[in-house]
């Protein structure tokens, strides 16, 4: 009898539990639960790859002046809701530093995590002209956008990037722009899940599409400056990250903290509206947020009715750690590449033993490491390797989730994954392979129905 690294009943079992129709078509937070359920009936720990959960602890710069906030009686006060001074202050300096952009203050402000900003941008965009109310997503990308949009009852559609790379995205964008009907188009760079990383080339088209078709782009910066084959690290010098924001003003900038700055727990991220977008008016906009003006609706509208504001601590934790970032005292990019030393070696470990990497290039080079990559094997679809892989104490998420054509892959994020674990990691992997190259599967049935 072949014997699996995690008790197979107990797998089975909790996965019933979940009472889902496909485990590989599962959301994170379902397999999170399913993995922590059968960490907790077993007693065995998994290699956690399905959570974009960063794994290094918050910089000491943040933590002392959150203490110091605190000690200072804030914790008792409203914050205000779109961002004390001195953050505004430091966001704005950010994008100049490191992205050589000019976004005004007034247009810099903190959201509860970059999720609410994203959430509050494509509310705003969709309502902002009659009939121009559909979000186009380029894909792959990070499912719960997917879900924002459902539960905002928006229209979406969507392509596959791998394939449109360089000027071939040009045709392939303006073919679903051209219908008039686009509020918004959304994507990540460094990219969820595949990490591929656009060129100033393809920012040059979405941007200048963007501004013919009057359609706003929403850039996701979760991974901000994380492509470790350039160095982004010096404030005030190029080369610059790269932004859409050079070649269009339709564009508002989603920067994560929870990942380049390691500040996951406290949920605060940050928003830039071009200062152009901030100051438009539409008609459409005033009977949903009470202004004509984009900027004002979207603050006095759309963050107003969501929230009183992120932590007032937060707010001066994550200003004191823009400062020392922004005045070249702490470089974050240096604390963040461990991200990049896991991925390089948990790639290794996973091609050693059968697996392939899914988005394996970008353009002409190989996908850089980072937070995340992808992977198949041979006789799996994405979703039966996602289940299959929860019996070798590996956990994962299907491409299929993300938008991607390639339905033979997962993603697989490094950020849990410590050093020490890379270990146990190769000695599963090798129990993997041993099995299927006999023959051997516990998926029987497809599970992308």
């Not at 359609?215 to 190029?238: H, N, Q, T, W």
Request: with cysteine; glycine share 8%; charged share 25%.
């Amino acid at each position: 009898m072949i014997q699996r690294p995690i008790n197979s009943k107990v797998v089975k079992e909790k996965i019933d539990e979940m009472n889902l129709k496909c485990v590989g078509q599962a959301s994170i937070r379902e397999l999170n639960r399913i993995v922590d359920n059968i960490e907790k009936a077993t007693g065995d720990k998994f290699i956690r790859m399905e959570m974009g959960v960063p794994g290094l602890d918050p910089p000491t710069i943040e933590v002392e002046a959150e203490i110091l906030a605190l000690k200072r009686g804030v914790g008792s006060k409203y914050p205000p809701f779109d961002g004390i001074p001195e953050l505004k202050r430091e966001i704005s300096r950010l994008i100049k530093n490191f992205m050589n952009i000019n976004v005004s203050e007034e247009g810099c402000f903190p959201t509860v995590g970059s999720m609410q900003g994203c959430y509050m941008s494509l509310m705003v965009s969709s309502r902002r002209k009659i009939n121009k109310d559909k979000i186009l997503f380029i894909d792959p990308g990070f499912p719960v956008n997917k879900r924002q949009v459902k539960v905002l009852g928006l229209q979406s559609i969507n392509f596959d990037i791998y394939e449109y790379r360089g000027e071939k995205l040009r045709d392939k964008l303006e073919s679903y722009l051209k219908g008039g009907d686009i509020a918004a188009l959304i994507y990540s760079n460094p990219n969820n899940p595949s990490w591929i990383i656009f060129s100033e080339a393809e920012l040059r088209i979405i941007g200048e599409l963007a501004t013919r078709y009057d359609v706003i782009v929403l850039e996701d910066l979760a991974y901000f400056g994380m492509d470790f084959r350039k160095d982004y690290s010096k404030p005030g010098e190029p080369p610059y990250i790269p932004t859409v924001a050079r070649y269009t003003d339709n564009y508002i900038l989603l920067i994560s903290s929870s990942k380049s700055f390691s500040l996951a727990g406290q949920r605060i991220g940050m928003t830039a509206i071009s200062d152009k977008l901030f100051n438009s008016k539409e008609d459409n906009l005033e009977k949903y947020f009470g202004s004509r003006i984009f900027g004002k609706a979207y603050i006095f509208g759309a963050m107003y009715a969501l929230t009183s504001g992120v932590s007032h601590s937060t707010q001066y934790g994550l200003a004191a750690l823009l400062k020392a970032v922004n005045d070249g005292k702490f470089h974050f990019l240096d604390y963040v590449k461990e991200y990049a030393y896991r991925a390089k070696a948990m790639k290794k470990l996973f091609t050693d033993n059968g697996f392939k990497i899914v988005y394996d290039m970008d353009e002409s080079e190989p996908i850089a490491d980072g937070f995340y990559f992808t992977l198949s094997y041979p006789g799996f679809s994405g979703n039966e390797l996602v289940e299959e892989l929860l019996y070798y104490g590996i956990s994962s998420i299907s491409l299929s989730t993300t938008g991607s054509d390639r339905l033979e892959g997962i993603r697989a994020c490094v950020s849990l994954i410590s050093r020490d674990q890379l270990p146990l990691l190769e000695e599963r992997l090798k129990k993997f392979k041993h099995d299927h190259d006999s023959g051997f599967r516990i998926v029987t049935t497809s599970a992308d129905s």
